[in-house]
């Protein structure tokens, strides 16, 4: 027992949990303020989401050190998580894996059928196939971008009950664009290692090319935030909108890609974006309904 608490503690870290979670609270806050619901109702789904999120991320943790011992075995940032480093056994972690799925199914019941069936294709489609890809392609940061955004929609769709199919698509592939952003940062840590162990990303494709390919995709993310703020929210956002672009043009111009210490530094960053949209939207949604009851 004591192993698998070991594997769980390496499984639940903060920064991952922040870009797990954080896509979850701009379809809630937008939803939820769009159907007016009481501030009591939003504080109560923002809980369950963080709880949710934690075991998600938890569990997605644990599935991907089973698939990847032997590349992790061969990575220095990696050798010592304790699957690879044998300090754990792979049946402790499959125990572990297999409460976390239940857990998170419980609590993605009480979302509604729609949101349940949703939440579904991603808990068994998505999130299992990740650790697969950077063996079948060189894109696995952007199968990582539906994965680690696909709690907007569920989200959305938890209070409507049914799909938006402009909002929602427009930020998820804004939130594909950001992730493909800070998982090559987080995978520029180990470019190195990647390139003589076989292990393909983003990071290795990319190469010299990885900050201006960056700053594309950064654009990207920051136009679909603001085709979302024109059709949904106050031109008051676009401030946040605009933070947004210099935060992340903050980020690319800063970040040492050779400095492992100072990717993870800028991968971290990328909470505190997350929770910038999080408190735009929450600051500006008021303003929204004001507006609609004159």
Same mark, same amino acid.
């Given at each position: ?79 010592? @998580?304790?699957?690879? *480093? ?10 572990? =894996? %297999? $409460?976390?799925? +239940? ?107 990885? @900050?201006?390919?960056? *700053? ?10 603001? =085709? %979302? $703020?024109?059709? +949904? ?62």
């Amino acid at each position: 027992m004591g192993s698998i608490l070991q594997i769980n503690a390496q499984a639940q870290l903060p920064t991952g949990l922040d870009v797990v979670f954080w896509p979850c609270t701009w379809g809630l806050i937008m939803s939820a303020y769009a159907l007016r619901l009481s501030p009591r109702s939003l504080a109560i789904q923002l809980a369950a989401y963080f709880v949710g999120a934690t075991l998600r991320h938890s569990a997605a943790c644990i599935w991907n050190d089973m698939c990847d011992i032997e590349i992790d075995r061969k990575v220095g940032r990696t050798k010592g @998580r304790p699957l690879a *480093a044998g300090e754990a056994s792979l049946g402790g972690a499959a125990i572990l =894996l %297999a $409460a976390h799925f +239940i857990a998170c199914l419980v609590i993605l019941s009480y979302a509604g059928d729609a949101a349940f069936k949703w939440g579904l294709f991603c808990l068994c489609f998505l999130d299992p196939l990740y650790p697969l890809m950077k063996r079948w392609t060189d894109w696995p940061q952007l199968w990582l971008g539906f994965a680690m955004t696909w709690g907007l929609p569920v989200s959305w769709v938890s209070n409507f009950g049914e799909m938006n199919w402009y909002i929602v698509p427009v930020l998820l592939g804004g939130g594909v664009c950001w992730t493909i952003h800070y998982d090559t940062i987080y995978a520029c840590q180990d470019r190195r290692d990647d390139i003589k162990a076989g292990v393909r990303s983003t990071a290795v494709l990319f190469g010299d090319w990885t @900050r201006l390919i960056l *700053a594309c995709f950064s654009a990207c993310f920051v136009i679909c935030l603001a =085709l %979302a $703020a024109a059709s +949904i929210i106050k031109p008051l956002f676009f401030i946040t909108v605009a933070g947004t672009a210099f935060h992340l043009a903050w980020q690319l111009i800063v970040v040492d890609l050779d400095d492992s210490s100072d990717c993870h530094r800028i991968f971290k960053a990328n909470g505190q974006l997350g929770l910038l949209l999080f408190a735009g939207c929450y600051a500006t949604m008021p303003l929204v309904l004001r507006d609609r009851k004159a």
